[in-house]
């Protein structure tokens, strides 16, 4: 190889630029447009994340209909998450272990839309927070703690799934984490 190419990746000298907080999307980050009251027509089109503007705190998002990039609110952006895991369900236990993508959350019911994959079932189903395991990295939002209630409605990003305690293991801070149950952190902002 050439000498003196290594490492190089991803460390461009730019200081200039505040860094993006750790409990934002990435780029890349699939989204569903939602709650948007001006472009009533524009909602549950799908989008990618393509930046965060600091400043505004506002997602640079293209919508993949229009091929036209919008700045939205977090409010207005509903993640999908694949890799999404299910367990501890009673009634189907033929189910867990099986993954499948969260296309959406109904805040009223307090459930994900689950998609499974086309072979287990055509229909994305509705499952409870505490029955799915998120992947690491994904971007959450702390609900019901009635112990911290000021982190509730707090964003926050999963490091781990803590297989013994069966918590996640939530960064919470730039350099503090919790641990969390299934069912204290949601992927979803509203």
Known sequence: GMPGMGG???RSGGGMERKTPFNCFKVGTRVRLQNLTKAQEKNGDMALVEGYDIKTGRYVVRN???EKQYKLKR???QQTVPGAKLT???SKPEFNG???TIIGYSGAKGRYWFRFPRHIMKKPTAVKCEN???PDDTIVRIIGLSKAPHMNGKYAR???FDEDSGR???QIAENKNAKLKLENVVASSS
């Open 168 to 170: 996640y293991v939530v």
């Open 158 to 160: 999963i490091i781990k």
């Open 64 to 66: 993949l209909e229009d």
């Open 88 to 90: 501890g369900m009673k």
């Open 98 to 100: 099986e993954k499948g």
């Open 75 to 77: 409010e207005n952006l």
């Open 8 to 10: 190089m990746g991803g």
């Open 132 to 134: 799915i395991i998120l």
